[in-house]
């Protein structure tokens, strides 16, 4: 991000709203960013909630620093006013499927001084992944090649497989484990793990199932 600044460009970072967005303001005051840092959309709600609730966020004090240092867009007039200058912006949506990002995504791929960094997983099928792995975007009904610099962050906040085996020994006979959230074959598999190793009682819903929660 720093060299896209000195460069004078505009860096684009979309970001899920809540968790997501605002572990990258405290990540880029923690490496010392000293550019303009802008955060807009959903960003901005979800973070006055967290700072409404600081006795339940780790260092609450580094998400009030970095959310003040922020530039919290309102109008149309000063987001493009914004990208003529060198500016990190932070915005939902995280695959660009909506939302500010996907508005600021229009107004900067075209210009290899300006960059686009990922932070979250791009689902396929997304606009996130297709700019991320085919440096493409359809604009104005073409197919035009991105000439931003695009980069990709691992920032994902979900536990791993050791770390729900770690959370899965320290339960006392649960009544039932429900897997959601991954790939099919993943899920199923990891299933039949926990099943060997805890003897739990394991399910691994397809999409449709019902189950009555007593």
């Not at 912006?89 to 990002?101: D, E, R, Y």
Request: some cysteine; glycine content about 8%.
């Amino acid at each position: 991000a720093k060299e896209i600044i000195e460069n004078r460009g505009v860096v684009l970072i979309p970001a899920f709203s809540v968790g997501r967005s605002q572990e990258v303001l405290v990540t880029l005051m923690a490496y010392d960013f000293d550019g303009i840092i802008a955060l807009d959309g959903m960003s901005q709600i979800a973070t006055n909630i967290l700072l409404a609730y600081p006795e339940y966020i780790y260092n609450w004090m580094a998400l009030k620093r970095a959310a003040e240092k922020a530039r919290w867009m309102k109008s149309i007039k000063e987001r493009k006013k914004l990208v003529e200058k060198p500016v990190a912006i932070v915005a939902p949506a995280g695959m660009l499927l909506g939302g500010w990002s996907k508005w600021y995504l229009k107004k900067i791929f075209g210009d290899d001084r300006n960059g686009i960094l990922f932070v979250s997983y791009q689902v396929p099928g997304t606009l996130g992944y297709r700019v991320l792995n085919e440096r493409k975007i359809c604009y104005d009904g073409k197919e035009i090649e991105v000439s931003a610099h695009v980069d990709y962050f691992d920032l994902s906040s979900h536990a791993g497989r050791s770390q729900l085996k770690h959370i899965l020994s320290k339960l006392e006979s649960p009544e039932k484990i429900f897997l959601v959230h991954g790939e099919e074959d993943r899920i199923v598999s990891f299933a039949e793990e926990i099943r060997e190793e805890f003897g739990f009682d394991v399910e691994a819903p397809a999409i449709g199932d019902k189950y009555r929660i007593q």
